[in-house]
Nanobody, 116 residues
Framework: QVQLVESGGEMVQSGGSLRLSCAAS????????MSWYRQAPGKERELVGT????????NYPDSVKGRFTISRDNDKRTVYLQMNNLQPEDTAVYYC?????????WGQGTQVTVSS
């Protein structure tokens, strides 16, 4: 059974940092790319970035580029999202996702709130 469980979301001050984690199970983790998405209130879910199976991260949107970094630990079957210099507009529910064939699997999300 594919399962993704995010953790680490908190309320932080503007300019602060957080590291989110996504623990994965139910598939051969090391061979699949993993992605982080976020959804702010009243907005559609958007891609934050992706880490390939080899660990290279790509596709950071301009809104987070230079501040957010995706990494993975295949031994721990965990994907991380390091977020630095957080801003109020980063407030959202953050989700991890894996695509297995044509099906996408999502975690339950973790709330990040950035106060000014």
């Amino acid at each position: 059974q594919v399962q993704l469980v995010e953790s680490g979301g908190e309320m932080v001050q503007s300019g602060g940092s957080l590291r989110l984690s996504c623990a994965a199970s139910g598939f051969t983790f090391s061979t699949y790319a993993m992605s982080w998405y976020r959804q702010a209130p009243g907005k559609e879910r958007e891609l934050v970035g992706t880490t390939a199976s080899g660990g290279i991260s790509t596709n950071y949107p301009d809104s987070v580029k230079g501040r957010f970094t995706i990494s993975r630990d295949n031994d721990k079957r965990t994907v991380y999202l390091q977020m630095n210099n957080l801003q109020p507009e980063d407030t959202a529910v953050y989700y991890c996702m894996v695509r297995l064939g044509e099906r996408r699997y999502w975690g339950q999300g973790t709330q990040v709130t950035v106060s000014s």
